[in-house]
């Protein structure tokens, strides 16, 4: 039994993943959009049979079991906490929230209802070169101690702004290539070679800030150019270049050094290069046609880069695997999706960027710090309050 699923979002990957979720079993029940005509119009190109802009008018239907969040990320935190407490499995996209706050909100509320699937979409995760590369690490090709040096990671592609303005123009919104593309960098490499940030510096600027649609009061505040380097905790300096100035172009590679070796992926292809070998040799190629549903919107398509969109449908292969041997609608098993992305992957994913923003400002290292609990709202009332107690 496949569970039915309420989609938020009336964005592209929503015309993208809905024929894909359909065309392996799932029902779509339900869809929410920030306007009401946003709603209607999507659902009657996707013919979801019920659409709304209230939250739980989705969250409440019977028919749903199964919430991907797909909205912008001012709404990820409320909306994922809400649909656990309700007992609905999450997929949420990324990123985890707007800041660590409302990622921690996500994690305890993942930890309160661990029966449930709660995860974060980041697929790259599941793209076959990744998977492979990242079993190449632990089977020793890099050395026998497995001691990785640096990771270099590049990516190059056109810009992710719409026609109008709209919550991908701001920065305290979510919007801007460090959020959107470096948010999957920072769990890929984390993922990849077992390691988490210790220290970032990170130089983070918005070049364009105004198009021929975005302009006079409004201006774009998003960044569209990101360089920075990671401390891991295991030793290994990561670098990262992340570029929104190519239009048309996409471009990936992600290069992992070792003492005996490298291994490299670029675009879906992984190849590598032991010590004293005379040339990089072929460990993997992405041979394999990206399979689409037939009624997907080509155009949306064209807006998702072709490595992260696989990784998607990947994922969502996973889950159908997780649910479908259970009888229950409700039930699953943990193995097909073990390697997705934690609501605490995301808490620490969030600890990064808060940092980097935070490094670019200040113009220095900064150490990351993933908090514990929620930071106090008014401190200085706070003080206050405690200082009277104590003198009474």
Same mark, same amino acid.
């Given at each position: %039994?496949?569970?039915?699923?309420?989609?938020?979002?009336?964005?592209?990957?929503?015309?993208?993943?809905?024929?894909?979720?359909?065309?392996?079993?799932?029902?779509?029940?339900?869809?929410?959009? #920030?306007?009401?005509?946003?709603?209607?119009?999507?659902?009657?190109?996707?013919?979801?049979?019920?659409?709304?802009?209230?939250?739980?008018?989705?969250?409440?239907?019977?028919?749903?079991?199964?919430?991907?969040?797909?909205?912008?990320?001012?709404?990820?935190?409320?909306?994922?906490?809400?649909?656990?407490?309700?007992?609905?499995?999450?997929?949420?996209?990324?990123?985890?929230?707007?800041?660590?706050?409302?990622?921690?909100?996500?994690?305890?509320?993942?930890?309160?209802?661990?029966?449930? +699937?709660?995860?974060?979409?980041?697929?790259? #995760?599941?793209?076959?070169?990744?998977?492979? %590369?990242?079993?190449?690490?632990?089977?020793?090709?890099?050395?026998?101690?497995?001691?990785?040096?640096?990771?270099? +990671?590049?990516?190059?592609?056109?810009?992710?702004?719409?026609?109008?303005?709209?919550?991908?123009?701001?920065?305290?919104?979510?919007?801007?290539?460090?959020?959107?593309?470096?948010?999957?960098?920072?769990?890929?490499?984390?993922?990849?070679?077992?390691?988490?940030?210790?220290?970032?510096?990170?130089?983070?600027?918005?070049?364009?800030?105004?198009?021929?649609?975005?302009?006079?009061?409004?201006?774009?505040?998003?960044?569209?150019?990101?360089?920075?380097?990671?401390?891991?905790?295991?030793?290994?300096?990561?670098?990262?270049?992340?570029?929104?100035?190519?239009?048309?172009? &996409?471009?990936?590679?992600?290069?992992?050094?070792?003492?005996?070796?490298?291994?490299?992926?670029?675009?879906?292809?992984?190849?590598?290069?032991?010590?004293?070998?005379?040339?990089?040799?072929?460990?993997?190629?992405?041979?394999?046609?990206?399979?689409?549903?037939?009624?997907?919107?080509?155009?949306?398509?064209?807006?998702?880069?072709?490595?992260? %969109?696989?990784?998607?449908?990947? %994922?969502?292969?996973?889950?159908?695997?997780?649910?479908?041997?259970?009888?229950?609608?409700?039930?699953?098993?943990?193995?097909?999706?073990?390697?997705?992305?934690? &609501?605490?992957?995301?808490?620490?994913?969030?600890?990064?960027?808060?940092?980097?923003?935070?490094?670019?400002?200040?113009?220095?290292?900064?150490?990351?710090?993933?908090?514990?609990?929620?930071?106090?709202?008014?401190?200085?009332?706070?003080?206050?309050?405690?200082?009277?107690?104590?003198?009474?």
């Amino acid at each position: %039994m496949l569970p039915g699923i309420g989609v938020f979002g009336t964005g592209n990957v929503v015309r993208v993943i809905v024929p894909f979720l359909r065309e392996k079993g799932f029902k779509i029940e339900a869809l929410w959009g #920030r306007t009401l005509l946003a709603a209607q119009e999507i659902a009657q190109e996707l013919e979801i049979p019920f659409c709304t802009n209230k939250i739980d008018d989705v969250l409440l239907r019977k028919d749903v079991d199964l919430i991907f969040i797909m909205c912008s990320p001012n709404l990820h935190s409320q909306i994922a906490v809400k649909a656990l407490g309700i007992g609905k499995h999450v997929l949420c996209d990324k990123p985890a929230g707007l800041c660590q706050s409302e990622a921690l909100k996500m994690v305890r509320a993942c930890q309160y209802y661990p029966s449930l +699937i709660s995860i974060v979409n980041h697929s790259l #995760r599941f793209l076959p070169a990744f998977v492979h %590369m990242r079993r190449a690490i632990c089977e020793g090709f890099l050395g026998k101690d497995n001691k990785i040096t640096v990771c270099d +990671i590049r990516v190059q592609m056109g810009s992710i702004l719409h026609s109008t303005y709209d919550w991908h123009c701001d920065d305290t919104m979510g919007g801007g290539i460090l959020t959107l593309v470096g948010s999957h960098v920072v769990d890929l490499v984390s993922y990849l070679i077992d390691q988490k940030a210790v220290r970032v510096h990170g130089v983070v600027r918005t070049f364009t800030k105004t198009t021929d649609n975005i302009n006079g009061i409004r201006h774009i505040s998003s960044p569209d150019f990101c360089s920075f380097q990671m401390e891991m905790s295991g030793g290994t300096l990561v670098t990262v270049t992340l570029n929104n100035h190519l239009q048309g172009i &996409f471009s990936q590679e992600v290069l992992v050094c070792g003492q005996q070796g490298h291994l490299v992926v670029r675009g879906g292809d992984l190849h590598g290069q032991k010590a004293g070998a005379p040339k990089e040799e072929v460990i993997y190629v992405d041979v394999e046609d990206l399979q689409r549903g037939g009624n997907i919107n080509a155009n949306a398509a064209k807006s998702i880069p072709r490595p992260y %969109m696989k990784g998607l449908f990947k %994922m969502i292969c996973a889950l159908r695997e997780a649910f479908l041997p259970v009888e229950d609608k409700r039930g699953w098993i943990k193995q097909p999706v073990a390697q997705a992305a934690t &609501f605490e992957d995301g808490l620490y994913v969030q600890a990064v960027i808060d940092a980097l923003k935070k490094s670019s400002a200040n113009r220095e290292w900064v150490k990351v710090n993933i908090i514990t609990e929620e930071p106090d709202p008014n401190p200085l009332l706070s003080a206050a309050v405690r200082r009277s107690a104590i003198s009474m």
